[in-house]
């Protein structure tokens, strides 16, 4: 769950980057994040992670009270919260299973766990057969798909996609989506922040457009595949 209610964020600079947001995401919903650049997106995505703090309004996120939140209970709300970040940011010379891996090896998780969750989201995002590769073997596609696997790997509530399909080819970007679907089927919530209209209209759902720093659109469309 994201609740925003009348937000506002001001850079240290004076910077105005949101205005009054409120926005309401239940649990298990799928959600395009679209705008032009400096539209405010990533401050958005900052304020959920809680790598900002709200200037004014409260934000609450899988339970969490941001303006209440204490530094050190920081890492127990992004443990809620799987991200894909754009650039992917695996690790060069570690193999996809061990970049998989890694997110469960730092909070601890038991190793009999680990042994069984990493093949199986490795497989989940279609990748079983490369686990023992390095990401510099991979296509863009691939490891993107490595991303989403290390995004998935906590079984978070939320998975965050920051422009996920920025840096593959447009064909790809639709199975990238494909994916999140599925992952959202399974009741994950997700948010996919995206530059990519024909995507929007192609899948539909819900759609919340970002324009200097207020939402100037938030609604259901029905997207071109259900036709
Ligand atoms: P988007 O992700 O949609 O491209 P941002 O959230 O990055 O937009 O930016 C929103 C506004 O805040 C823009 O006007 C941008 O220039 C400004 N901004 C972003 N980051 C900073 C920063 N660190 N300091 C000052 N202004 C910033």
Redesign the pocket.
């Known amino acids: 769950m994201v609740e925003f209610k009348n937000v506002s964020y001001t850079?240290p600079?004076g910077?105005h980057?949101l205005s009054k947001v409120n926005l309401d995401i239940s649990d298990g919903e799928f959600a395009f994040v679209v705008?032009a650049?400096?539209?405010?997106?990533?401050?958005l995505i900052k304020l959920i992670l809680r790598e900002l703090t709200a200037t004014q309004g409260d934000i609450h996120v899988n339970g969490f009270d941001l303006n209440k939140l204490k530094p050190r209970k920081v890492p127990d709300l992004r443990r809620t919260i799987g991200v894909v970040f754009q650039d992917f940011r695996l690790i060069p010379n570690l193999t996809v299973y061990d970049n998989v891996a890694f997110a469960l090896r730092a909070i601890d998780a038991p190793m009999k766990y680990i042994r069984s969750r990493v093949p199986y989201v490795i497989s989940l995002v279609g990748l079983a057969q490369k686990a023992k590769s390095y990401p510099n073997d991979l296509s863009g596609g691939e490891q993107q798909r490595v991303a989403l696997a290390r995004a998935l790997v906590n079984d978070p509530q939320l998975i965050i996609a920051d422009e996920p399909t920025g840096n593959v080819d447009p064909a790809r970007s639709f199975e990238i989506v494909d994916l999140l679907k599925g992952i959202n089927a399974c009741g994950t919530t997700v948010l996919m922040v995206t530059h990519q209209h024909d995507l929007v209209r192609y899948f539909g759902g819900r759609i919340i457009n970002?324009n200097t720093g207020e939402i100037v659109f938030d609604e259901v469309i029905g997207g071109a595949d259900e036709a």
């Open positions: 850079y600079n910077q980057a705008g650049s400096g539209a405010g997106k990533s401050t970002i």
